[in-house]
C-alpha cells in the first residue's frame, strides 16, 4: 500500500468485509447497518468510530513516498524522476509529461495531500518562486496576492535579497507588493545563505509529513466530494468529552 495505488473497486471490497464484519454479518445473512460506513470512518471528535477508509489510507502512504522524493532528492529515485520529468523545476510544480511511466502518474496524482499545509522554510531562496509557491506566512495559503506585473519574469527568493544576502532589498519589495506583504516577508527571518530552502508542513508540530495528518486530509476532501458535513464548534467538544 505504501508503494502502489491499489483499485478503488478493490478498495471498496475490503472495507465491505470489514464492514460486514463489524455488523455481524454471517455468511449471506442480511442484517440492519445502523450506519453507513463513511461515518464510520470519520474521526471520534466529529462522530465516528475511527475505522480507516482503505482508499483515503493507501493514498496517505503513497503521500509518504511523495515526501521522501522532497526531502531526499539525493536517493537514486529521485535524481532520476528529476532527470526525466522536471530538469528545470521542482516535485511540486512539476507536470506529468509526456509518456509517463506508471510510477510517475502514481505521483503526480496524488500531489494534492503534499500540496496542502505546506510551506517553504527560506534559506538561500534559490528554489522558491516568489508567486507559485507557498512561502509567507500569515497569508491566505502563504501566497503572494499581489499579481505579477507585466514584463517581470519569475523571481526565486534569492532575487529579493541583498547582493551578500543577509537582509531582504527592502525597496525591491515595496515596488513589487502591498504593505502588508512586505511588512510579512520583512518578518522572515533568513537562515543562512549557505543552507537551500526547505519544504516544511505548517500542520504539524515538527514540521514533518505523517501517514496521519495525510490521512486527515484524504478523509476530508472525501467527506467534501461527498457533500458530508463535520461536526463542529460545541459537537466537537462534546464528541471529545465523550470519548
Not at 449471506?28 to 482508499?55: M, P, V
Not at 472525501?222 to 467538544?237: F, L, P, W
Amino acid at each position: 500500500m505504501s508503494c502502489f495505488l491499489l483499485p478503488q473497486n478493490v478498495c471498496q471490497q475490503i472495507n465491505s468485509i470489514v464492514s460486514n464484519f463489524w455488523w455481524g454479518q454471517k455468511h449471506e445473512e442480511r442484517r440492519i447497518y445502523w450506519c453507513s460506513w463513511n461515518n464510520l470512518t470519520k474521526a471520534k471528535h466529529e462522530g465516528g468510530l475511527g475505522f480507516r477508509d482503505l482508499q483515503c489510507f493507501n493514498e496517505a502512504m503513497l503521500a509518504k513516498q511523495r515526501w521522501r522524493l522532497i526531502h531526499e532528492s539525493s536517493s537514486l529515485l529521485a535524481q532520476s524522476l528529476h532527470a526525466r520529468y522536471y530538469p528545470n523545476n521542482n516535485f511540486l510544480n512539476a507536470t506529468i509529461g509526456y509518456n509517463p511511466s506508471y510510477t510517475w502518474k502514481i505521483i503526480v496524482a496524488g500531489r494534492q495531500i503534499i500540496t496542502k499545509g505546506i510551506q517553504w522554510n527560506i534559506g538561500n531562496g534559490c528554489d522558491t518562486l516568489v508567486w507559485k509557491d507557498p512561502w509567507v506566512p500569515n497569508l491566505p495559503k502563504f501566497r503572494i496576492l499581489s499579481p505579477q506585473g507585466e514584463g517581470i519574469m519569475e523571481l526565486r527568493d534569492g532575487d529579493l535579497m541583498h547582493e551578500d544576502m543577509l537582509g531582504w532589498n527592502v525597496e525591491q519589495l515595496k515596488e513589487l507588493f502591498n504593505p502588508l506583504e512586505v511588512t510579512t516577508i520583512r518578518s522572515i527571518p533568513l537562515i543562512s545563505m549557505i543552507k537551500r530552502d526547505r519544504i516544511m508542513r505548517h500542520y504539524t508540530k515538527n514540521g514533518i509529513y505523517s501517514v496521519k495528518y495525510g490521512y486527515l486530509v484524504a478523509k476530508k476532501d472525501q467527506d467534501n466530494e461527498r457533500a458530508s458535513t463535520s461536526s463542529t464548534g460545541n459537537d466537537y467538544k462534546l464528541w471529545r468529552w465523550t470519548w
